[in-house]
């Protein structure tokens, strides 16, 4: 049966513990990578996603009617 974590550290020697919480700190900080590209990767296409949704093909692009130096009252 395999030992629980807290009992591996208590009986685990000064360098034993540090490589240890190296280990965690590493994995704790590629979950939260994980998360972070998992969580941009979504954003990305949603937005893709919403941007398609908007598109007319019977719209043209726009284009400047007139142009005027004086400001609109």
Same mark, same amino acid.
């Given at each position: 049966m395999s030992e629980s974590w807290p009992? +591996?550290?208590e009986r685990a020697g000064l360098l034993e513990r540090v490589g240890l919480l190296g280990g965690g700190a590493v994995r704790l900080l590629a979950t939260a990578i994980d998360?972070? =590209?998992d969580r941009a990767a979504s954003v990305a296409v949603d937005a893709k996603q919403a941007f398609e949704r908007e =598109?007319?093909?019977? #719209?043209?692009d726009? +284009? #400047?009617l007139d142009e005027s130096d004086e400001p609109f009252d």
């Open positions: 009992e +591996r550290f998360k972070g =590209l =598109l007319d093909p019977n #719209v043209s726009a +284009r #400047v």
